[in-house]
């Protein structure tokens, strides 16, 4: 596999499928050893988490759906610097009773019912791979409008829009170039629900810029809240949502 990067220069690396990363001899799809990441390729039929226990193919297979934690729980085990029970995350040990050391793999699942173009920007940058790099400083910072967030979110998220109390954006002279936005909890914490850039577009520095106006103008119009907090939802599952307030 071969990718250029910003800095015009060329890495040769091998991209495979691991068994050698994950508990119980489970397989990463495709797996980056020099950059340390793998990708899932997640089917939207094979690999729901669907109530029901038994669901038959069109060929009238047994299918067994995937757990609910399942997706989240191999993300955290890939992550992991030991070795954890896939089921319980609880850390494994060797029969010195020694915690089993292991490479940290950060884990980005795709799935087929994204889209093609979505699919392409994800991994693009998730290998840092962008068509062009601007600066924040050279931005400039404002409230971003309903009309060009939806607009934004709809080309570059893979899930869309996604309601928010307020965003702040960078701007080129005509365009909004990234942006963040918070909503509101139904408790006194606010979270971010988006921070994205144009298609394969690098701000540098861009999110520390927006990061810092939001926490400003939270702190300014909602003296009361109690918590700002910044995770990616992708891999949490609910009790996790619940446990972060």
Known sequence: MTYRTNHRK???TEAAPSKDILPGKREIDIYIPFLHIGFEI??????????????????????????QTYHANKTICALSSYELDFMSLVPLRDKEDNLISKESVKLYHLWEH?????????????LRVFGSTVY?????????????????????????????????????????????????????????????SYPETHVLGGFTRLHRA????????????????????????????????
């Open 10 to 12: 060329d890495y040769h």
């Open 42 to 67: 997640n089917g939207a039929y094979s690999h729901n988490s669907a109530i029901s226990e038994v669901m038959y193919s069109s060929k009238a297979y047994r299918f067994l759906p995937k757990r």
């Open 114 to 126: 994204w889209g093609f173009q979505k699919l392409k920007g994800v991994i693009k940058a998730k």
């Open 136 to 196: 924040a400083r050279s931005l400039n910072l404002r409230p971003s409008s309903f009309e060009e967030e939806s607009d934004l979110q709809d080309r570059s998220h893979v899930l869309g829009h996604a309601r928010a109390v307020f965003g702040f954006g960078l701007y080129t002279e005509y365009a909004l170039i990234t942006r963040i936005s918070f909503r509101r909890s139904y408790r006194s914490a606010f979270y971010i629900s988006r921070n994205i």
């Open 214 to 245: 939001g926490i400003k103008y939270i702190k300014s119009q909602y003296p009361e809240v109690t918590a700002i907090i910044t995770f990616d939802v992708t891999y949490l599952t609910p009790d996790h949502f619940d446990s972060c307030y």
